[in-house]
């Protein structure tokens, strides 16, 4: 399914979301997360190590809850049923400086920096902590959309 421009536009403004993942057994495993539209595509970030990567590289279905997000739309939700798919290599550091450059928008960093951990770092810094931390991003192909949105 192709979002529509209701869908992305909420998806612009609200980027808080549960991610919903399985466990072997069947079960389900929600974690608070970061999501952004970047270039059209919906990403979000983790690790190699993260139990819903594991989660993900065993059952690529995962379900997105996006919260609302201001006093205005306090009801407001937008689920997202997707697949995802893991995005790994060398091109991380470049695809994790895109996504928080959408996630920290609002936030002005210093020119030419993302904010990491609190404090600024350059985009060579940035790249380098991305490398350390094991980074990888998640890219969702939504199937189904329903909300309050």
């Known amino acids: 399914m192709i979002m529509d421009d209701k869908i992305t536009g909420y998806l612009a403004d609200h980027q808080t979301a549960a991610m919903i993942t399985h466990r072997p057994d069947g079960s389900v495993h929600a974690v608070r997360c970061g999501i952004a539209l970047v270039d059209g595509l919906l990403w979000s970030s983790g690790t190699q190590d993260r139990v819903r990567t594991r989660h993900l590289?065993?059952?690529?279905?995962?379900?997105?809850?996006?919260?609302?997000?201001?006093?205005?739309?306090?009801?407001?939700?937008?689920?997202?049923?997707?697949?995802?798919?893991?995005?790994?290599?060398?091109?991380?550091?470049?695809?994790?400086?895109?996504?928080?450059?959408?996630m920290q928008a609002g936030m002005n960093p210093p020119e030419g920096t993302l904010y990491w951990n609190g404090e600024p770092l350059s985009r060579e810094q940035f790249s380098q902590a991305m490398i350390n931390e094991r980074r990888l991003m998640y890219q969702f192909a939504v199937e189904r959309s329903y909300g309050l949105y």
């Open 57 to 102: 590289r065993r059952d690529p279905r995962c379900t997105l809850f996006v919260f609302g997000s201001s006093a205005e739309d306090p009801y407001s939700y937008l689920t997202l049923d997707t697949t995802v798919t893991i995005l790994e290599g060398d091109d991380v550091p470049e695809l994790s400086w895109r996504l928080f450059s959408v």
